[in-house]
C-alpha cells in the first residue's frame, strides 16, 4: 500500500531529528507526541514541549500535517538564531581575550622597578596572585556547576520525551540551590509539573 506520509515529512521545513511518538488506545483513538529536539548549543530551546495532537486515524489523516507545518518550522527557526547568537558570543569572546592578551603584551617592560620597590612589588604580587587565584577557583567551580546543569538539562529532556516527569522534576530540584539559575530552574519545575498533571489526566481519561 502506497502511502504519501514520508513525503509529506520531507516537505517539512527542519533539519535533524524530528520524534513522533504514537499512543492508541483500546477505542482506536490515537495520541501522537510531535518533538524537534534542540539543535542548537543553547540551553534554552531546551524548555520547549512537544506537540501533542489526539484523533482518530481519519481525523489525523486530514489534519495532521496542516496542524504540525507551521510550529516545526518556528521551533527550527528558533534553534538557528540561538545557535547563531552563541557563536556570535564565542567570536566576541575570543576578540575580547586577544585584545587583552596584546595589551598585556605590550605594557611588558614599560617599566622597571628599582631596588627600593622591589619588596613592595613583590608583596603586591603575591596579593594580586591570590586574588587571581580565588578568582580561577570560583569560575572553575561556577563552571562544573553550569556543566552539571546542561547535563541534568538534557536528561530532563529526554526524560519528559519518556513522560517521567516524576523523575524529570527530581532532577531538576537538585538544582533548587542554583543560584544564578534559580528563576529558571522554578519555572522549569513549574512547567514540568503541568505537563505532569495533563499527562495524567490524559491516562486517566483512556483507563
Excluded: R
Excluded at 492508541?24 to 495532537?53: C, R
Excluded at 552539571?148 to 513522560?163: C, G, P, R, T
Excluded at 544564578?180 to 513549574?190: C, H, L
Amino acid at each position: 500500500m502506497k502511502t504519501n506520509f514520508f513525503e509529506h515529512i520531507s516537505a517539512l521545513e527542519f533539519q535533524g531529528a524530528l520524534n513522533l511518538n504514537l499512543l492508541k488506545n483500546t477505542e482506536g483513538l490515537l495520541t501522537v507526541s510531535v518533538y524537534l529536539p534542540n539543535a542548537s548549543a543553547d540551553t534554552a530551546g531546551n524548555v520547549i514541549p512537544p506537540m501533542i495532537l489526539k484523533g482518530m486515524a481519519s481525523e489525523l489523516d486530514e489534519g495532521f500535517f496542516e496542524a504540525i507545518a507551521v510550529p516545526v518550522k518556528q521551533t527550527a527557526g528558533l534553534f538557528a538564531n540561538l545557535d547563531a547568537y552563541q557563536q556570535s558570543l564565542k567570536k566576541a569572546g575570543d576578540l575580547s581575550k586577544a585584545e587583552q592578551d596584546k595589551k598585556n603584551k605590550a605594557n611588558k617592560g614599560k617599566a622597571t622597578p628599582n631596588a627600593a620597590t622591589d619588596s613592595d612589588d613583590d608583596d603586591n604580587e603575591e596579593e594580586t596572585e591570590n586574588l587571581f587565584t580565588a578568582q580561577v577557583n570560583e569560575q572553575k567551580a561556577l563552571a562544573e556547576k553550569k556543566k552539571a546543569y546542561d547535563n541534568a538539562i538534557a536528561q530532563v529532556l529526554e526524560l519528559s520525551k519518556q513522560f517521567k516527569y516524576e523523575e524529570a522534576i527530581s532532577l531538576m530540584e537538585t538544582f533548587a540551590d542554583y543560584t544564578v539559575m534559580a528563576d529558571e530552574v522554578t519555572a522549569k519545575i513549574a512547567e514540568l509539573q503541568k505537563h505532569q498533571a495533563k499527562y495524567e489526566a490524559f491516562i486517566k481519561e483512556l483507563a
